[in-house]
């Protein structure tokens, strides 16, 4: 589990010593064990106890980026804190406006909380994922001179819809003060030989426990293609699968995009798109033509009707880059044509949101998924290649895609013209989707530093087609807005923009050949050349 | 990290106080802090209730970063933490002076800290040896506590005098009157000539009960009593102290 750098959760170097938290567990209908009594066998004593019932609430985003950061965040009352998952410590914490579902950074007043969260994930939202009763007794451990060593926290958890089932957990965490944890480990040794049900927990192993009881899997949802395929396998069949793992994913993000509770939900949403029509379009003869065409077409609409919102999104995510790169005089002028963005904005939104709700998409999307459940394979005469052996058709797809990104980049002329440079961005938007459904068939020491070629190329194509659409977008906005007349102002502010766009896509045109050069190498065709030829994966 | 260092050449002016009670406020508002006690007899220590492990002592502390880290112990307040001195601190000088850059050790065993504590506070024990001169060269403000008398201003302008004749930056030094009893004529004499001089802070801190019962409490009195007269002139002090260039 990569943890989160310590430069990053505190702005400070992590002290190496920071005492271990331990958590004991004991079976949740266990009699109740009484902590002071226990204590009474030590040189320790208690405080007073405090005594609490809550609502806990545990938050993340969609792809669980807090847990796969080593973190949690959870609210209690209206506290909202972030949590080492490993120690249950806190490391920000904040107030959590009224009862809310779902937040991002921005909604809290600058600060160390929101500051960690947009560190963790800049672009989700985190959302309510499980929630409990929890009651609690936390007690400080005092030494002879009444100086607290650690504490104790005494809770039994129970799920927030059915409480008189019963708690779920009961947990006892001990955490010693720094420095302490000689003398917390006598009570640790004495807490735990006291009860025979008890069992040592890391505190991250309770916190999956927990997620799986409100059945949430932490780590479950991620859209990049994690399939396993058989290189044996007939493509075709690996083909569905591949399908209908990025059908699946599209699924699950509906419910984001209709609700809009961040971008990234149509972002993942689109991308599963534009994989599942590369594949009906680049692995040639595996389906029947006719129904992969049919497909085709249909997809590529349901993309085109995805696509205005998703570039909208895109300027409101960049909008204080754009704000950051004008002159402080013209930002102002960049107001109302953000303004004008959110409005825009909602209302395709709605359009989206209705379709998404309509008779049209269901029908839709069940014709397709049962296209994707008819296992048998296609007629031989319509999909001559249906059953070749994956590993096979892999090589040779990529091989393929590989030869046309190199011969087509070989052909970009001294003027690096716009369409040029746009028609080989989709090649190897292609060549990169294709070596990504197939990634587990090759050793991933292979394929990797193959990618990662691609990928430097890619950037360099990605920045100039981004520039040249912002740039193409600016200008029918300012067309527009000088017809219904627009101000000084606001034309400034978008001359002042695309100036510097223009700027940006012009350096991109400029390092195009350098950087085709580095992927047209010895080198990368070696890597290729490896990589097609080796014998796959079994 | 910023330094403060709570030095005196003279004893029992209130040293220990002012470090534990300004401490604890900047553990509030700019925290966190650490409180290192120089002082053998490691009286600030004992406010926090806080005793050394057994196996630390001043060798560990001049072989500093590691060892400093693992002795290093919180205090029941939220971001702060105390360095406890050891009896074996009364050693220290002998020791430092076996050190190659004796001046400069002190300096450099809490650099590995500068990245875990915004500030730190020194509570220095009471004399004008080699650990002090370690002390001035670490620290950015060495602010004295003074009682108003004339003996106390004659040992303040020892001071002054070191530092000149030492090439130290005396533009380092802050002093504040403690002790304060305002019935007194000769308090009120030396406050009244001394009060605007520069590099003398004007809130003082008035002689009250509640300060001796520190002992008591073991505990800072601007948390335990941050009503009292003492807490809320030492949260002024601390006020200005941060008002203070370099803090």
Not at chain 1, 402 to 409: D, E, Y
Request: aromatic content about 8%.
């Amino acid at each position: 589990m990569p943890q989160v750098p310590y430069a990053i959760t505190n702005g400070r170097e992590r002290m190496p010593e920071l005492p271990e938290t331990t958590v004991i567990k004991f079976s949740p209908d266990s009699v109740a064990i009484s902590v002071p009594h226990i204590l009474e066998n030590t040189r320790y004593s208690l405080s007073f106890p405090e005594r609490k019932k809550t609502s806990r609430h545990y938050f993340d985003t969609f792809d669980w980026q807090a847990f796969s950061s080593g973190l949690t965040v959870q609210s209690e009352g209206r506290t909202v804190s972030i949590r080492e998952i490993s120690s249950t410590r806190i490391i920000a914490s904040d107030t959590l406006p009224s009862n809310t579902l779902c937040f991002m950074a921005e909604g809290f007043r600058p600060g160390k909380f929101p500051t960690l969260l947009s560190h963790i994930s800049p672009l989700r939202a985190f959302c309510r994922v499980a929630s409990f009763e929890v009651v609690s007794v936390k007690w400080r451990v005092l030494d002879h001179d009444e100086k607290t060593i650690g504490t104790i926290i005494d809770e039994s958890i129970s799920s927030i819809n059915d409480e008189n089932k019963g708690p779920i957990f009961h947990i006892i965490t001990l955490t010693p003060l720094r420095g302490y944890s000689q003398e917390m480990a006598t009570v640790r040794k004495a807490l735990q030989g006291e009860t025979v049900e008890s069992v040592s927990e890391s505190a991250a192993g309770i916190f999956q426990e927990l997620m799986r009881h409100s059945g949430r899997e932490p780590g479950d949802y991620s859209s990049k293609i994690t399939l396993k395929l058989d290189a044996e396998a007939p493509v075709h069949e690996s083909a569905l699968r591949l399908l209908r793992f990025t059908t699946e994913v599209m699924r699950r993000n509906e419910e984001g995009i209709r609700k809009s509770i961040d971008t990234e939900f149509l972002h993942d949403y689109r991308v599963s798109l534009r994989r599942a029509r590369s594949i009906l379009a680049q692995l040639k003869g595996v389906f029947d033509p006719r129904t992969a065409n049919h497909f085709r077409k249909e997809l590529k609409e349901l993309a085109g009707r995805t696509s205005a919102l998703r570039d909208l999104d895109v300027y409101l995510l960049e909008q204080q880059n754009f704000s950051a790169s004008l002159p402080p005089v013209l930002r102002g002028g960049l107001i109302p044509f953000f303004t004008g963005i959110t409005s825009a904005r909602q209302k395709i939104h709605r359009k989206l949101d209705r379709y998404l709700g309509s008779e049209e998409y269901r029908n839709l999307m069940s014709e397709w998924e049962a296209f994707l459940s008819v296992m048998q394979l296609p007629d031989p005469d319509k999909a001559p290649a249906a059953s070749l052996a994956t590993g096979k058709s892999a090589r040779t797809s990529i091989k393929k895609s590989w030869k046309r990104v190199k011969r087509n980049g070989r052909r970009v002329s001294r003027e690096t013209t716009d369409p040029e440079l746009h028609e080989l961005r989709i090649d190897c938007k292609k060549l990169r989707y294709l070596m990504e459904f197939f990634a587990s068939l090759f050793p991933s020491d292979r394929i990797g530093p193959a990618l990662k070629q691609l990928k430097q190329l890619q950037e360099n194509l990605g920045e100039f087609v981004d520039c040249s659409v912002q740039l193409e977008f600016l200008h029918a906005h300012l067309d527009e807005a000088s017809r219904n007349g627009c101000d000084t102002g606001l034309a400034a502010s978008l001359g002042g923009l695309m100036t510097r766009l223009y700027e940006k896509q012009e350096e991109a045109r400029s390092t195009f050949h350098a950087s085709f050069r580095n992927f047209d190498s010895d080198r990368t065709a070696a890597l290729f050349e490896e990589l097609l030829t080796e014998r796959i994966n079994k | 990290m910023k330094s403060i260092a709570l030095y005196s050449i003279k004893g029992g002016v209130g040293k220990t106080a002012a470090a534990v009670n300004l401490s604890y406020l900047t553990s509030l508002s700019a925290p966190p802090c650490l409180i290192c006690d120089l002082d053998p007899q490691g009286a600030s220590s004992y406010y926090f209730r806080i005793t050394a492990s057994k196996k630390y002592d001043s060798d560990k502390f001049l072989k500093g970063s590691k060892k400093i880290y693992s002795n290093i112990k919180a205090t029941d307040f939220e971001n702060l933490d105390l360095l406890p001195s050891d009896f074996s601190y009364r050693n220290l000088d002998i020791e430092l002076s076996e050190e190659k850059k004796p001046q400069k050790k002190l300096k450099k065993n809490l650099e590995s800290l500068s990245d875990d504590y915004s500030h730190v506070f020194f509570d220095c024990p009471p004399n004008l040896t080699l650990l002090s001169e370690s002390v001035f060269s670490a620290s950015d403000i060495i602010l004295v506590p003074m009682i108003p008398t004339t003996l106390s201003i004659r040992t303040y302008n020892q001071l002054i005098d070191f530092f000149a004749a030492n090439n130290l930056d005396r533009s380092r030094i802050r002093a504040f009157f403690t002790m304060v009893e305002k019935r007194k004529a000769m308090h009120r004499d030396i406050i009244a000539r001394y009060g605007d001089a520069p590099g003398f802070l004007r809130q003082t801190i008035p002689y009250n009960s509640e300060v001796e019962k520190m002992g008591v409490y073991r505990a800072p009195l601007t948390a335990v009593k941050p009503n009292s007269i003492a807490a809320k002139a030492y949260k002024g002090l601390f006020e200005e102290l941060m008002g203070e260039k370099g803090l």
